[in-house]
């Protein structure tokens, strides 16, 4: 059966799911885990000179992204995957990835009403324009066992 574990946040930009990760993180490492995070907007930071919300390399960092989460399960890591992945198309590579390599797949839902997530977003220092959170607020859909999660958390 599956070994280690992938945790997949699942929430529009500004929702609070990096602030989720910490406790998570803490959680597991108090659990007498090694837990490594993997965070796109990490990547961006460093490809596009500190610009967390800078879109233009996103292909070189989705593609670095799913190379650290494949070396990361070669290793048995508990992983912390800290994206949006709002949807089932969004998740399907990653979730391919995790049931190839036996992973068990927990899911962790940080969802909040839109104004909360406008007001959080207009609050930090990377603002994303509302155009966009609001698209992804409609196109949000919760993760399934269809899709192959083994569990799902609300937070
Ligand atoms: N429960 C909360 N109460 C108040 N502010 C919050 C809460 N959770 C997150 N925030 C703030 O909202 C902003 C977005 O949170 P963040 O965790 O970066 O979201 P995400 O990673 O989903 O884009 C940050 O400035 C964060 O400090
Ligand atoms: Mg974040």
Not at 8 to 18: D, P, R, T
Not at 54 to 64: A, C, M, R, Y
Not at 137 to 152: A, D, M, R, T
């Amino acid at each position: 059966m599956s070994k280690e574990c992938i945790h997949i946040m699942v929430g529009v930009a500004g929702a609070g799911k990096s602030t989720v990760v910490e406790e998570l993180g803490a959680k597991l490492v108090e659990a007498g885990n090694e837990v490594l995070i993997i965070c796109p907007d990490d990547l961006r930071e460093q490809f596009c000179n500190g610009d967390r919300s800078d879109q233009s390399k996103n292909g070189l960092v989705w593609k670095t992204a799913y190379a650290q989460v494949q070396v990361a399960m070669e290793e048995n890591q508990e992983i912390i995957f800290d994206a949006t992945m709002i949807n089932p198309r969004k998740r399907k590579d990653l979730l391919k990835m995790a049931l190839r390599n036996k992973y068990k797949v927990m899911g962790h839902v940080v969802r909040r009403d839109l104004d909360v997530i406008k007001e959080q977003n207009k609050n930090r220092k990377w603002v994303v324009p509302e155009h966009i959170i609001e698209n992804m607020f409609k196109s949000f859909v919760v993760p399934s066992s269809e899709e192959g999660f083994h569990g799902v958390v609300y937070h």
